[in-house]
């Protein structure tokens, strides 16, 4: 079995954005091969790095060269895991099982392109899989959750649309399987983070209420760690394009105030 983070294959992938050139990348995760996409800019030059984490599951929230694109060309090296299990990737998704260490060895991939500076940036999903990541690791230099789970129980049962798939995934219920829930939530385990974290989220967002970000924000509070939080009143899961791209910029600087 090959080391986590050994790059097994590259190719070219074609850019949305001039100024970035970008690779598919086949990793070696657990003994998986994982798939994910780097974006980094073509002026040469030594850069911090961005550890995307897509939100969804499948070809769901599936990973957007244009986005990733969007921050390489603010001046960062960035990859983006698909997660086991997806785009012909080895393994099974399990939203938010084994599937979190493809994040956290994704960072090893990422490191071989940096200049040793690690930022995560999760979206949706995304966001559990960065916290398990910050918690596991000890060489994180910031986290951005935006618009991010980080209590599987509450997604349970603020997403009806999405009970079966969990049923399924998790073997029941949280009433019938608390334990295996209990373990996909990096809540209890925050006191192991050590990057200071930013909590972006839409407060009239219904794909991933507000709550999850308050249990978050509420959990560093009470250990005393790190963070900022920017909430919008009138924006849902999805900002508008000009929204969007405002926040985008301010969280770049947020990360780079941070290194």
Not at 188 to 203: D, F, K, S, Y
Request: net charge positive.
């Amino acid at each position: 079995m090959l080391q986590n983070g050994t790059i097994e294959s590259k190719r070219v992938y074609p850019s949305p954005t001039p100024s970035v050139k970008m690779m598919e990348i086949i990793y070696w995760s657990d003994g998986l091969r994982v798939k994910g996409l780097l974006a980094e800019p073509k002026e040469e030059g030594t850069y911090s790095g961005i550890l995307y984490l897509r939100g969804g599951i499948q070809s769901i929230g599936m990973v957007r060269p244009a986005r990733i694109g969007q921050f390489a060309a603010q001046g960062f090296v960035v990859f983006a895991p698909y997660y086991r299990g997806n785009r012909g990737g080895e393994g099974k998704d399990e939203f938010v099982g084994a599937d979190r260490y493809d994040a956290v060895n994704g960072v090893d991939v990422l490191k071989q392109f940096t200049n040793g500076q690690t930022h995560l940036l999760s979206f949706s999903r995304g966001g559990i899989m960065a916290l398990w990541t910050a918690v596991l690791r000890d060489d994180i230099t910031s986290l951005v959750n935006w618009a991010g789970v980080s209590d599987t129980v509450l997604t349970y049962k603020e997403r009806p649309d999405m009970r079966r798939m969990m049923k399924r995934l998790y073997g029941g219920t949280p009433n019938t399987a608390l334990t295996v829930y209990e373990e996909r939530n990096p809540l209890m385990r925050v006191t192991e983070m050590t990057a200071p974290v930013l909590i972006i989220h839409g407060m009239k967002d219904e794909h991933v209420f507000p709550q999850q970000a308050f249990l978050l924000e509420e959990a560093l509070k009470q250990n005393g760690q790190p963070h900022d939080t920017w909430y919008f009143p009138k924006y849902t899961h999805f900002f508008p394009p000009l929204a969007n791209l405002k926040v985008s910029k301010a969280l770049t600087q947020w990360m780079t105030s941070n290194e």
